[in-house]
């Protein structure tokens, strides 16, 4: 049995993984720590897991933590991570973090986006970024993963495979992103009250996401070009799910069928890839509850256009499954142990 | 493997059943049926299952599917279920029905509130019904379950403790119930039309809903008294979840700690009831996606009144998830497998 | 033209008002006041009333402002207002009230339910409780009027003809209410958190809530007999809207018709009552935005009991609507003034 | 007072109509037409306007009803209009049409994108673009308006002062645009079943949607250059709204205060677009239930590209706020007559 601990357990990402550990066969949960609710119980705050994870919020503290676990997952707030994860923790125990301070290579980057000192920068330099459908080997053999961010999976996953290809320019994109609230995290804020955010749409962080370099980042690996992009996430009012849709010019001719064929060239053999058929639009909802991100293409005969659409839900492709899916990769199980058939709908 | 279909898969709680048997090691699919979708792949029409659930739409035919199963599930509207579960398919495959035609064992009692013939009298005599927490003998070796309603589970299992002690008054009982729109199933009616329900509840069915007669019988069955009451639902815009709010009249002067210690004795050994600390309000939230049932208890010092309350997810204590709780028991399973640590939170 | 004043311009309660008020062809807003936001336009935190209302928000001064003034709405927490309206403020404006101050009129009554001291009892005892259709006169000469609650008002108008005419039992009623979240409040806290309180309903201050009192202070007056009951409210996942059930036993055998005749007789000649015609249910979508109450009435044949169901727009007709209606009356204006057709569906 | 009639009554848009409507002074509704409720009171349909407005639904004859009004709106799916509003209705009543049959002035295009015969050739050229911020002098004296899209509003008050100034290249415009469910209609269909359009987003008419070639016909006429452009509509669980997301690119180095500038420009004297100040992020709660479009512009200083957001709420002014916004002008009444301080939060 892998010994897994998850530090923030009572966030959303944090409780979403606990739901998929709890699950999963080959892993036995033996620390969740909180900032505010030590000495409670897990299930008093959340209180969806009665009867299935009884454990008792404990201290934050990591080098004590790495000594009796295998896997680490850390769910922190930006900033915090880098401070934590040291070298130390390291030697006694594998982890992945479900923040942004080891996604950006470039501590420069980083700072400029985050407006906090980076103070990890040795620990940076090993972290890999946990995207398994494009980085699977390097996650082989990892000992830090940076678990990419919920809208980065999505954008990233929807337009990879065309950039790979050159059949897309790489500095004239659009991603046009929207999100669930529960992406916004549990703490309290107007933004996030019920009347605030029901019954409305809204774009936020205009031209000013700090999830646009760490996708450009990504993108530019991939594709071997520099990539430059417009993202622009929206909050949308449900409780989760993220749907990126990208708006992108061709560099040469190319049929609708060749583009189809380049995302089955990529993504057939990945487990939670599904590329829909004809003309079937990604919806969210039919990705609830699973690490599924479901991607389709389309071209628009009258512009030229080639339109791609992701979604996924943000809570597990885009967070807790896909840190479990690098953890079954980490540990060399089988990819979609613990993340086989969820789905809940409606 | 326990050779499994599903008859009317294509509803909300057959696609739920669906989810929960695919995850069910002890389960294999063998077939599916629909009336509209013959012909389809089941994944077409809830495109969730893509590579989970790829099975072809059947056509509804009980005695031929009766052949190759051990266990029929029925997900149809009332009034055809009677017709079709024949002896002869019972003497083929048990049968578990999630519709309400043998749930009432008044033939006379059903053709009043449903206002449709019941032809399947003969059947009906040995149907069981399947509320594990109170008729688990009886389910072991049952060959026809019939599935409690949603509501009928929630108000039942809400009150049964106090009425079997004899501590509440049997005919002086108001149960005000409140359930998402899944609750009202996939057809279309412009009382499911999003902006109809969205943004607005509702009574409906005043004094005349067709769980009524089903509570009441079941309520007096386990008290062995004559329980006669109010039940009233209300629509509620969310896509799951049941509240059950009860509220009764003391036969005598009982203390709090006397109804939760009667709440304890009976459900503290069964796997799905959360019986809640203290004054914890039973929210439908906590129960998304699982098989749990959550209640408890109050006492009004000013009335004298007790109020109990009960919260379920329709889709799988209220349907699915206790006709696969009715299965295990059935076939001599864990009572929980299949249904163990599932919890969707938000 | 009447000068109006609102003290507390920023919660729900007052942000309606001001829409209100701004569409009055009789009123002129003269002042908006705040705690958090003085020196800001009331449009930068409703951002909805950008060229419509341009007013700054000033500090708190109930002195200063009522010396402006014609009328001052408060809408202010609890334990404030006793305070801050002082006669020395009713000497020279009129007040409305919509917090919950100056509803009871025992002062020791308030204490226990609202846990804070009373300060202003010389006040407490000339104010008038505001519910237009069964109070009518006193309003009209009224200084100071306490607005009815969001439930109480609902509630009370719901089961008042009933008792009035004695043909209902006064200490043997359930009240079951359900609301929007916009009852809550603008303030944060996690219960108001989008993915905290959407998808789900639950039952909240079992037992206890402050509008119990007042309802039964109001139903007595109204009834001239002791009224005892329960009162139960639960939070469902919309912006607005309050439906309340009662559940009556009769005290003599009674007709329908006759029932549906004395809610008539009291409510025929209202303006914002209406009484629905043969089986039709109140719903909180057609109140939405209006200062109507809609009620109904129904008698289960079975067990006799008498249900009542009215259903309306908490911010309208149970607050803001509510306390336009009364400072039309205080001011001898035609009581519909400003408050006539408003209606949004959906 | 003007003599209106509304056909198509029972529809999202007429419903809106009537509400609008029935508080215009200067205007008297003399009739309202249906074709499934023909002998039904409106108000049995649309049980919100209980006492206010109790006509009967009438037979669709637009030749007759022509005869008693001085202004026709008429509200019908599309190839309906085309065929009834004829020229001997014209000769007798003005018509505002809130369909799409008058929208494009070519008859091969309208029927190339709506699949219909166009019946109405000789009325269609005589047909106004009912958009008042940027055709007011045609609608004056127009006898047929074709009222704008929901979406198309949208778009276009959004991208045209760009355009018209030369600052945005014509041929290379992405409009990513997000509604509210009522746009969808009324009609019964499985894609606006509250279960399968709650909780989820999801793009449709991929690359198809018919109000493309209305924005670039409109965009077009304003700009004098031809307009080629993606618009990609989505679903939002939400009962109204749009919200509109144009990415485009600048012709010429302009700074953002040079973008501010060229918007206030345009819509400074105009009564019903709000151009926010700083960054401040157009949200479609602040226009719910007003004829206002908020409107801001911004820069993504990295990829040099321009943002440009629009709000508004698609069932009055992308429908029939504007349709009484442009009656107005064409009787030469206040153009905010009607319309003004209506706003609705939360």
């Not at 299930?43 to 994870?53: A, P």
């Not at 494009?134 to 961010?149: D, M, R, V």
């Not at 991100?293 to 339109?307: A, E, M, P, Q, S």
Request: with cysteine; aromatic share 8%.
């Amino acid at each position: 049995m892998i010994k897994a601990a998850v530090i923030g357990a009572t966030g959303y990402s944090g409780a979403t993984l606990i739901s998929i550990l709890a699950n999963h066969k080959d892993v036995e949960i033996v620390g969740l720590t909180s900032k505010s609710y030590v000495g409670k119980k897990f299930s008093d705050i959340y209180k969806n897991f009665k009867g299935i994870v009884e454990l008792e919020l404990e201290e934050q503290n990591l080098p004590e933590i790495s000594k009796k676990t295998d896997v680490i997952f850390v769910c922190l707030p930006h900033g915090i991570a880098s401070n934590e994860v040291t070298q130390e923790v390291l030697n006694n125990s594998k982890v992945i973090d479900l923040g942004a301070d080891f996604r950006l290579k470039d501590k420069n980057c980083y700072e400029a986006w985050y407006k906090v000192e980076h103070k990890g920068e040795d620990v940076l330099a090993g972290a890999v970024y946990g995207l398994p459908e494009w980085n699977e080997e390097k996650i082989k053999t990892a000992k830090l993963i940076a678990n990419p961010g919920c809208y980065a999976t999505a954008s990233i996953l929807t337009v990879a495979p065309l950039l790979k290809e050159g059949l897309v320019n790489s500095n004239d994109i659009v991603i046009d992103a929207k999100s669930g609230v529960s992406g916004a995290g549990r703490s309290l804020d107007l933004s996030v009250h019920f009347c605030e955010c029901n019954e409305t749409i809204k774009p936020y962080k205009i031209a000013t996401h700090r999830h646009t370099p760490e996708i450009e980042q990504v993108l530019s690996d991939i594709s071997g070009v520099n990539v430059l992009l417009n993202f622009q996430p929206h909050l949308v009012p449900m409780n989760r799910g993220i749907l990126a849709c990208a708006y992108l010019k061709p560099t040469k001719d190319v049929s609708l069928d060749e583009l189809k064929e380049v995302y089955k060239k990529y993504y057939q053999n990945k487990a939670f890839i599904r590329v829909l058929e004809g003309d079937e639009a990604p919806e969210t909802k039919w990705t609830k509850g699973s690490n599924y991100c479901d991607i389709n293409v389309f071209k628009d005969r009258r512009t030229g256009r080639i339109l791609a659409f992701g979604a996924l839900d943000n809570l597990v492709k885009g967070a807790a499954g896909q840190a479990v899916q690098n953890m079954n990769i980490m540990f060399n199980l089988d990819e979609t142990s613990g993340l086989k058939n969820n789905t809940v709908f409606p």
